[in-house]
């Protein structure tokens, strides 16, 4: 079974599959100076039939190794994944090879940070390594199909480095 060890995630490292959410780099003062907006940090996208919602999912914690075969993407709208907790949690995207997923690659959240995930991006399934794993979610809501799976013949290990 192939291992693969996840990277640290940063936005360089992350751009070809989404935007890196976190309170980091430049900021404008708001609220009589007393909060630091990090203003317009992620490319949200729904499509023409859609429009944004947001929902709070609730996942079972996963421990590495990690082991995974499935992957999917949403071909009509991105999809934006934002901790509820500050533990970090692993991301599993693979590029996209001639309609069906390459060879993934995974990244390790550092506790503060979340992610968007562009339209169309094969991604694994939401990953947190504690509990509690409550995201708030910003993604498509329409009435056309947005969830293509895939599962990988063989299955994948993420390992610690």
Excluded at 43 to 64: E, H, K, Q, W, Y
Excluded at 97 to 126: E, K, M, S
């Amino acid at each position: 079974m192939p291992e693969i060890l996840p990277l640290p995630l940063t936005a360089a490292a992350f751009a070809a599959f989404g935007d890196v959410l976190e309170a980091a780099g430049d900021f404008r003062l708001i609220n009589d100076g007393m909060c630091q907006r990090h203003h317009d940090r992620a490319r949200l996208d729904f499509g023409p039939d859609g429009r944004a919602g947001i929902s709070v999912f609730n996942a079972t914690p996963r421990a590495l190794p990690y082991v995974f075969d499935l992957v999917e993407r949403h071909p009509e709208g991105s999809q934006a994944f934002l901790p509820l907790s500050q533990h970090p949690f692993l991301v599993i995207v693979a590029p996209d090879a001639d309609g069906r997923p390459g060879t993934p690659q995974t990244f390790l959240t550092n506790g503060a940070q979340g992610i968007n995930l562009h339209r169309g991006t094969w991604h694994g399934v939401l990953t947190p390594l504690q509990a509690p794993g409550l995201f708030a979610v910003v993604d498509r809501i329409g009435t056309t199909a947005n969830l293509e799976e895939y599962r990988y013949a063989q299955s994948w290990r993420v390992v610690a480095g």
